[in-house]
T-cell receptor, first 114, second 115 residues
Framework: AQSVTQLGSHVSVSEGALVLLRCNYS??????LFWYVQYPNQGLQLLLK??????LVKGINGFEAEFKKSETSFHLTKPSAHMSDAAEYFC????????????FGKGTRLSVIA | KAGVTQTPRYLIKTRGQQVTLSCSPI?????VSWYQQTPGQGLQFLFE???????NKGNFPGRFSGRQFSNSRSEMNVSTLELGDSALYLC??????????????FGSGTRLTVV
C-alpha cells in the first residue's frame, strides 16, 4: 500500500524567499509521484510528476522537485516565491504500474507575505 | 479543448435526502475517478470507472455509489445524506486507467453542504 506524508499543514514565506514543501512517501513498489496545486474554489492542477528517468523534475510556474529514493522523499521547491503561489499543494503517489488510484497527502497551505 | 465539467458547482441538501452529482470528462478520456475532499481528511478516493465498469472502490459506505455512461460521463449518488457528507467532491479524468502519463485532470468540484 502507498501513503504520503506532507510535513507542515501550513507554510508561510516572504515574497522572493525560497519555497520548500516537504513530501515523504511510503510504497512497497517503485512509485510514481505527483505534485498538484489547488487555488481557492478550484480543482487540482498538475504541477509536475516523476515517473522514470531524471530524478530532478521541473514543472510549471518555476517549481521543481527531486525524487530521492534513499530518503523516500519528493520535496517541492521554488527559488523565489511570488504572491500568486499562495495556494494549497498536494503530493500524491501511485505504484509504477500506474493503474491504481492516486493516494494524496493531506496538503500544505502556502502563504506568501509581501 | 474543454476541461472536466462538474455540475452543479454548489448544492445544499437536508439530512436524509439523496443527491446526484455529474461529471463530464475531457473528450476522449475514458476513465473517471471521484474523490471527496474535506479539511480534516484531505482527498479520499471514492471510486473509479472505466468503460462503464467500476475498476476501483475506496473505503466508503454503500450509501455512496456511482456509474458511468457509454459517453464516459459519470454520476455519483449519495443516499441518506449525513452532516459528515458535507465536502468538496472532485471528479478527475484520465485517458485510460494507466495514469503514468500525466496523472489526472481535475474538475472544479461540487461543493455539497448538508444541513
Amino acid at each position: 500500500a502507498q501513503s504520503v506524508t506532507q510535513l507542515g499543514s501550513h507554510v508561510s514565506v516572504s515574497e522572493g524567499a525560497l519555497v520548500l514543501l516537504r513530501c515523504n512517501y511510503s510504497s512497497s513498489v517503485p512509485p510514481y509521484l505527483f505534485w498538484y496545486v489547488q487555488y481557492p474554489n478550484q480543482g487540482l492542477q498538475l504541477l509536475l510528476k516523476y515517473t522514470t528517468g531524471a530524478t530532478l523534475v521541473k514543472g510549471i510556474n518555476g517549481f521543481e522537485a527531486e525524487f530521492k529514493k534513499s530518503e523516500t522523499s519528493f520535496h517541492l521547491t521554488k527559488p523565489s516565491a511570488h504572491m500568486s503561489d499562495a495556494a494549497e499543494y498536494f503530493c500524491a503517489v501511485t505504484p509504477n504500474s500506474g493503474n491504481t488510484p492516486l493516494v494524496f497527502g493531506k496538503g500544505t497551505r502556502l502563504s506568501v507575505i509581501a | 479543448k474543454a476541461g472536466v465539467t462538474q455540475t452543479p458547482r454548489y448544492l445544499i441538501k437536508t439530512r436524509g435526502q439523496q443527491v446526484t452529482l455529474s461529471c463530464s470528462p475531457i473528450s476522449g478520456h475514458r476513465s473517471v475517478s471521484w474523490y471527496q475532499q474535506t479539511p480534516g481528511q484531505g482527498l479520499q478516493f471514492l471510486f473509479e470507472y472505466f468503460s462503464e465498469t467500476q475498476r476501483n472502490k475506496g473505503n466508503f459506505p454503500g450509501r455512496f455509489s456511482g456509474r458511468q455512461f457509454s459517453n464516459s460521463r459519470s454520476e455519483m449518488n449519495v443516499s441518506t445524506l449525513e452532516l459528515g457528507d458535507s465536502a468538496l467532491y472532485l471528479c478527475a479524468s484520465s485517458l485510460t486507467v494507466d495514469r503514468t502519463g500525466y496523472g489526472y485532470t481535475f474538475g472544479s468540484g461540487t461543493r455539497l453542504t448538508v444541513v
